[in-house]
């Protein structure tokens, strides 16, 4: 094994923190043999606060409907050929229903950024699910609103936000978004988030066009130092819709070595093993959880729409990844050692 970059792992686990040199260095020189040991110190430090649990969300995709045109993303406004749905307040009950019964008590409902969810008909909806299933937490993942939208969300009940920055790096974000959205937009957002009492998810995609390495190791720095609660990180897939079709995906094994290294950033973090990453490889999913993830969140939308949220090419919405599928899920992961609970799956703090 590379010294150095054993030092540096072993440094990380005991300080929870590196210079931003040192996160590059570890990114550039870690070979095969200090990845093992990278992973077995983050699921150590992953056991220790959540033992073998891992957490499920019941994932709900409200609307495909967007006024926004990233240019990764398949639901973007410019794609005409996106046959486009919103779910009824009843449709999101529905799901929440069945999720419930399934085992689910985290609902997270996620969204385009869809001018008809305006605060009166989501304080509606979050309410009804408060009342309805007061042992659930929902999470909510529907982008920038203001201030004052988020505060009266929260006052509705909702419990978490994610919001992933996309890229702590100001030029790099003017290169995935056009010019009405703006990187110091996205990072208030988080504030307020933050301030209003939000549990907060932030996160990035890994691979996205133009990301470099530097760049990563200072994504790795932003995390240890915005302490998210929550963090959403997957390979970038790109969707034949956008202007980055051709594009070359996210790396798989460098997802699984962040989610490590951002478990020992913050043992305590909720870390979920994404869609994009099971989309990426067969068993994507477990080999995120095997690196230090801990939450994985099944698709909960009704079966008719959802081949329609289609944020990337091939994403996977049936098998493992649907919330009816529940019980290979469960396989799967018992297959590794691990167990699925009934739970909200709060962080610890
Ligand atoms: N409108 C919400 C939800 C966006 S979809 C918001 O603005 O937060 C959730 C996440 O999917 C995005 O934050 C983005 O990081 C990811 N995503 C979008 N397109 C993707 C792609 N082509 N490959 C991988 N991930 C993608």
Partial sequence: ??????????????????????????????????????????????????????????????????????YYCGIRRGNVKC???????????ECCREGYELGFRTFVMQGGED??????????????????????????SLGERSRESYMRLYEAGADRYLLRHETVNKEHYAKLHPENLKW??????????????FQVGCGFMVGSPYQTLEMIADELKFIEEFK????????????????????????????????????????????????????????????????????VMPNLSPASVRKKYMLYDNKLSDGAESAQAKASLEARINSIGYKVVVDRGDVIR
């Fill in 184 to 197: 110091e937009k996205r990072m208030e957002c988080l504030r307020w988030l933050r301030e209003i009492g």
């Fill in 228 to 295: 998210p609660d929550m963090c959403g990180i997957g390979p970038f897939i790109p969707h034949k819709e956008t202007i980055f079709k051709d594009e070359k995906a996210g790396d798989v094994s460098l997802t699984c070595i962040l989610l490590s290294i951002i478990r020992l950033i913050h043992p305590m973090i909720l870390l979920p093993a994404t869609t994009a990453l099971g989309t990426m490889s067969e068993n994507g999913r477990e080999k995120g959880i095997l690196s230090g993830a801990n939450v």
């Fill in 115 to 140: 001018a008809y969810f305006s605060d009166e008909i989501l304080v509606d909806i979050i309410s009804e699910i408060k009342a309805s299933w007061p042992d659930c937490a929902v999470t909510l």
């Fill in 1 to 70: 094994m590379n010294k150095e970059i054993v030092l540096l792992i072993d440094k990380l686990a005991k300080n929870n923190s590196l210079t931003k040199d040192e996160y590059y260095k570890l990114l550039v020189d870690i070979g095969n043999e200090e990845v093992k040991y990278l992973t077995e110190k983050a699921r150590e430090v992953r056991e220790k606060y959540y033992d073998k649990k891992v957490f499920i969300r019941g994932l709900i995709e409200i609307s495909n409907i967007c006024k926004n045109d990233c």
């Fill in 83 to 93: 046959d486009r749905y919103r779910l009824s307040k009843e449709d999101i009950l």
